[in-house]
C-alpha cells in the first residue's frame, strides 16, 4: 500500500495547493507501482485540492480526507472571519454587517461586478481597512481560484472507498457544515466513513478552544484514536480490495 500525504492549512485567507500537482504524483506512482501489486491512496486536506481529473479518472484506491474543506472556499473564509471577530469581542451587529459586505465581495470577483464600498457602511476604521486589503488579495489568481472552489458539485464523482474526519473543535474548517455536505453530495458512494473527531482542533489534537494560536502550545502531535481510526479503516478497505 503506498500513501500519498500532504496538507495544506495555512492561517487566515491563504489555503490553496494546485489540485494537479496532486493528480500528476498518483499517476507517476501508478506507473511505477501497478494496480495488480499495490493500492494507492490519497490523505490530508484532499477536498479542498480534489480535481475533475482526480475524480473522474478513479486514479486513487481510497481516500482519507482530514479536515477536508467540501463547501465553497468563500464559505470557509466567511466562517472564519465570524469565529475571529468574535474572539476579538466585536458586536454580533458588526460581525453581520461584515461579513455581508465581504460575502458580497466573494460574490463580486467570482462572478464579476462592483464590490460594496464600506464607507457606506458603520463599521470601525480598522475593518473598513481590512477589507480592502482582503480585496486587493482575492483579486490575486491564487486567492481567486481559493473562493470560487466548491468541491460539492464533484463528489459524485467519487466512486473509490472514503474516510473523511472533521475535529469538533476545530475553527478553520467547520465540521459540521463540511461533513454533512460530503454526505450529502456522496449518496451513490456505500463505501464511506464520515465521522467527527471530539474535542480535536484543524491538526487533530485535543485541546481547549481550537484556536490556532493554541496549536504550538499543545504537546500532542495527533490524537492516538484517530491515527487508530485511519490504520484500521485502511486495512480493511485493502483486505476488502483483495
Known amino acids: 500500500m503506498l500513501g500519498l500525504r500532504y496538507h495544506t492549512s495555512l492561517p487566515s485567507v491563504a489555503r490553496f495547493s494546485p489540485p494537479p500537482v496532486i493528480f500528476s504524483i498518483i499517476v507517476a506512482l501508478l506507473s511505477i507501482f501497478p494496480f495488480s501489486t499495490s493500492a494507492i491512496g490519497v490523505k490530508g486536506d484532499v477536498f479542498a485540492d480534489l480535481n475533475e481529473d482526480l475524480a473522474a479518472e478513479q486514479k486513487a484506491d481510497f481516500i482519507v480526507s482530514l479536515a477536508g474543506m467540501v463547501i465553497s472556499g468563500a464559505e470557509t473564509l466567511l ?8 474572539q476579538a469581542g466585536m458586536s454580533q451587529e458588526t460581525i453581520d454587517t461584515y461579513c455581508r459586505i465581504l460575502g458580497e465581495a466573494f460574490e463580486a470577483e467570482i462572478n464579476g461586478g462592483s464590490a460594496p464600498d464600506p464607507g457606506k457602511y458603520d463599521l470601525p476604521d ?5 477589507y480592502l486589503a482582503v480585496l486587493s488579495q482575492i483579486r490575486t489568481p491564487y486567492l481567486h481560484y481559493f ?8 463528489l459524485d464523482k467519487i466512486g473509490c472507498p472514503v474516510l473523511a474526519l472533521n475535529g469538533t473543535k476545530d475553527l478553520q474548517v467547520e465540521a459540521e457544515s463540511n461533513l454533512s455536505a460530503l454526505a450529502a453530495g456522496m449518496t451513490a458512494n456505500n463505501i464511506r466513513k464520515i465521522e467527527k ?20 502550545e499543545i504537546e500532542e502531535t495527533i490524537a492516538p484514536e484517530v491515527l487508530e481510526t485511519i490504520t484500521k479503516w485502511i486495512q480493511t478497505t485493502i483486505q476488502h480490495r483483495k
Do not use: P, W
Not at 473562493?147 to 464533484?154: A, E, G, N, V
Not at 473527531?197 to 504550538?216: D, K, S
Open 79 to 86: 466562517s472564519q472571519n465570524r469565529i475571529a471577530l468574535a
Open 126 to 130: 480598522d475593518l473598513k481597512q481590512n
Open 147 to 154: 473562493i470560487s472552489l466548491d468541491m460539492r458539485k464533484l
Open 197 to 216: 473527531v471530539e474535542g480535536v482542533n484543524h491538526l487533530f489534537q485535543h485541546c481547549t478552544t481550537g484556536a490556532v494560536t493554541e496549536y504550538g
